[in-house]
């Protein structure tokens, strides 16, 4: 029986590793830093730039809001 082991290109010498690796076989490179460095789904949008695309939108939404409101028939 065989076991089918994950292989990833190490990010400095490009040649394959296992993806559970600390430590590139081939340029003995320490892989544990890069793992640790990687931001989560939710610290790579958490940007200003989405804030701020998120007020313009909600500032829209509430001006469609209101003159929906002022003009609408009474």
Not at 11 to 37: G, Q, V, Y
Request: proline share 3%.
């Amino acid at each position: 029986m065989t076991l089918v082991q994950e292989t990833i290109k190490c990010p400095f010498c490009k040649e394959p590793i296992n993806a559970r690796a600390t430590i590139c076989k081939h340029c003995r490179s320490d892989l544990t830093a890069l793992k640790k460095n990687k931001k989560s789904v939710v610290a790579r949008y958490n940007t200003f730039r989405t804030g701020f695309l998120s007020g313009i939108l909600f500032s829209l939404i509430i001006l469609i809001l209101w003159l929906v409101y002022q003009y609408s028939d009474k």
